[in-house]
């Protein structure tokens, strides 16, 4: 608890953590106001439809994640934790479940906040959350957020410079896995097991929180269940995440 | 006290510390000194456990740095100034080494007294001259008042006042029992600063001994003369086998100390006005011990 507590201290005491969360915010919510807004009917406004800005609030979560370890590399202070807490893989746990749990809040307050304002500019909408995929789309933000947190903090700590940590993320996430469909042949099969297409299973599922409206952005290719696309997609989180401990544990600080 | 046993670490195929064995005692300061790129703070980071040792150990008070608990309140480190996030206020930084360790609030308030930081406690430290960041970096050290403390080039920059400070301020901490480590490429402020040193050049052991005694040992044993029947008693010096070279009015004579001379001058009714035995200073003694050592040696 207490290294919690001493991580809790370090992220709030500088900036980037509330420019992130702020920019987070802004984006998923005002995503969905750009669409309420736009929409030439309120029924084509659902569940789903609220919560189609949230991939890119999750590039902004894994900015906030990566430099969370990588400003600690840049300054030195990496050091100072060590010294403080010479159990690393101890400080670097409970730097991610720090980080996590931030962008779980913010994942919530973002996707509740999506949902908030799509009701208020389409009130006669369909916004009510009827089932269990419909909490899914919502309530599943923050914990995408938070998976994502942690493989941001692994690939900051593997990586340790903050430029080349968050070119490796959003390479990787924008353009790498939305470009595997296109090989030929076998693009297809390895698409379905990339995470990011994976965990938007567990998000969307089907469709079902779409109500049967608009068209967003193509649904998951993955064959898995929602449940076990989570599953899958924290399996990956908690991979880096080992991978990136052991190596810290062992490299000079 | 700290302790290195076979201390070494290799990079690649650069041998940066090698076979390195020495004692810091308590109570005493402890002057690390060695040229640029001996080894010092790679010896530092190991004795911390940040660097891995590639074989040896490093204890503190005979245990190694990851078996403390509490590590900051047995150990109190500054290797650079620099290691603080820009944007977060001097005494953020502190609060959260505090917590780490289980060390009071009140106490970060004690500390930045201590190195006269209080007024500018809540600004942030990117903005902080390089003194004002040493001495964060020392309250930093102290925080958890620990028994071994370790400086890595303490002094480097900073002016007159604030080396003099840094000076009595390590002097008072040994005077408290403490252990004092304390690393410079700075020959004469070690000699000002140090009870004890530890020699390296090139990442081995040159000496360890008493900074006195390193001195002593070091500079060639020479004592000016002064009198005003020179050339008779040159006579009387040539005939005792000892080295003699003119010295601006008088000579300095070199393979005899002082009781001798005077008692050869008296011996033979020679007058002398002057019989001063010549400090070697601790340059000298260091180029002396480390001449073949140095890693970029001018040519």
Known sequence: MTLLAVERIKLFTTRSPWWCAAVTLAIVIGFAALMAGTAENDTWISVGSSQFGYGFGLAVIMVLAALSITTEYRFGTIKSTFLAVPNRPAALLAKTGVVALLALVIGELAAFGALGVSALMAPSADLALNSAADWKQVAGVGIVYALTAVMGVAVGALIRHSAGAISALLIYAVVVEPLVPLIPQFGDDIYKWLPFNVVEKFLSGSGEALGGGQAGPPLSTSTLSPAMALTYFAGVAAVLLTTAILVVRKRDA | ?299
Do not use: C
């Open chain 2, 1 to 299: 006290m700290i302790e290195a046993k076979g201390l070494t670490k290799r990079y690649g195929d650069t041998l940066a510390v090698n076979d390195l064995s020495f004692q810091a005692r308590s109570g005493t300061v402890t002057g690390f000194l060695g040229p640029n790129g001996a080894g010092k703070s790679t010896t530092m980071r190991m004795i911390l456990g940040l660097d891995r040792p590639t074989t040896g150990t490093a204890t503190i008070n005979g245990k190694h740095y990851h078996e403390l608990k509490h590590p900051l309140r047995t150990v109190g480190a500054l290797l650079d100034a620099r290691w603080v996030h820009p944007n977060r206020s001097a005494r953020s930084h502190l609060a959260w080494l505090a917590k780490a360790n289980g060390i009071s609030k009140r106490r970060v308030d004690d500390v930045l007294d201590i190195v006269g930081l209080t007024s500018v406690a809540g600004k942030r430290a990117g903005g902080f001259s390089l003194g004002m960041s040493q001495r964060l970096g020392i309250a930093g050290a102290l925080l958890g008042d620990p028994e071994v403390l370790l400086f890595d080039e303490p002094v480097n920059g900073l002016d007159p006042e604030g080396i003099l400070w840094m000076r009595k301020f390590m002097h008072r901490l040994a005077d408290e029992g403490r252990t004092v480590f304390v690393s410079s490429h700075l020959l004469s402020e070690m000699s000002l600063t140090a009870n004890d040193l530890v020699v390296i050049g090139k990442g081995e052991l040159v000496a360890q001994s008493s900074t006195s005694d390193f001195v002593a040992r070091a500079t060639e044993q020479a004592v000016r003369v002064r009198s005003p029947q020179l050339s008779l008693f040159r006579d009387v010096l040539a005939g005792e086998n000892a080295g003699m070279r003119e010295d601006d009015g008088g000579i300095v004579v070199s393979g005899m100390d002082s009781e001798a001379i005077g008692e050869l001058a008296a011996k033979h009714s020679i007058v002398l006005h002057e019989l001063s035995p010549q400090q070697g200073s601790l340059e000298q003694a260091f180029m002396h011990l480390t001449g073949d050592t140095v890693e970029y040696a001018a040519h």
